[in-house]
């Protein structure tokens, strides 16, 4: 089975500063997606970026962007000029192919953002 | 605003009790997916309907079942509540069950069983 590992419970950041949280997945799948959802105090879950495995490029949305690492399978989000709005629990999280089934997500990182 | 609708937003039952939550996918979205989220647990994935019918199954223990009808709105059941069951329940989803899909999430229900 596939598992997802996220080993920062808690990370902070000066607003505008750079932060990069960490994943790891494990899987034996050749075809699979990869995510990054924010979660916000809201308990709303949002999307924040998609990789698809085949893809070598790293993807990209305004300041967020993945570092995709397949052979060592790991997956990690840097956000960059940090905003205020950014503070949630991130949760990383990883779809096998076929489409019958979920995602399998990690515990989360609760991210602080320092004003 | 993702487009899904959960109700209720909020839900208080006792041991023993039988809850439904309710979903109401994004308009054009055929395919609904389950999750739970817990202290303990984290987030788990439970059950996905497609137009439907069931397409796969989680953690989805023997005392909850769902069921997605032709309008595409889909309902959990929970049956026999233990205080365990407290958590959020999750509903997302998406125009197919390809992985190009995008699951879009609904603000969650949160059950509380005392």
């Known amino acids: 089975a596939q598992t997802v590992t996220q080993s920062q419970p808690e990370m902070s950041v000066q607003e505008a500063e750079t932060v990069t949280l960490s994943c790891t997945y494990d899987t034996s799948e050749s075809d699979y997606y990869l995510f990054w959802y924010k979660q916000p105090p809201s308990r709303q879950m949002i999307l924040v970026i998609r990789?698809?495995?085949?893809?070598?490029q790293n993807a990209t949305e305004n300041r967020f962007s993945v570092n995709f690492q397949k052979a060592a399978k790991s997956f990690s989000l840097k956000i960059s000029d940090s905003q205020l709005g950014d503070a949630a629990m991130y949760f990383c999280?990883?779809?096998?192919?076929?489409?019958?089934?979920?995602?399998?997500f990690g515990k989360g990182t609760h991210l602080i953002i320092q004003p | 605003d993702s487009g899904v609708t959960q109700t209720p937003k909020h839900l208080i039952t006792a041991t023993g009790q039988r809850v439904t939550l309710r979903c109401s996918p994004r308009?054009?979205?055929?395919?609904v997916y389950w999750y739970q989220q817990s202290l303990d647990q984290g987030l788990q994935f439970l059950i996905q309907y497609y137009n439907g019918e069931e397409r796969a199954k989680g953690n989805i223990l023997e005392r909850f079942s769902a069921q997605q009808f032709p309008d595409l709105h889909s309902e959990l059941n929970l049956s026999s509540l233990e205080l365990g069951d407290s958590a959020l329940y999750f509903c997302a989803s998406s125009v197919a069950t390809g992985l190009q899909n995008i699951q879009y999430f609904g603000a969650g229900t949160r059950l509380s069983v005392l």
């Open positions: 999280a990883y779809r096998r192919g076929g489409g019958a089934d979920g995602l399998t």
């Open positions: 990789q698809e495995a085949y893809k070598q």
């Open positions: 308009s054009g979205d055929l395919s």
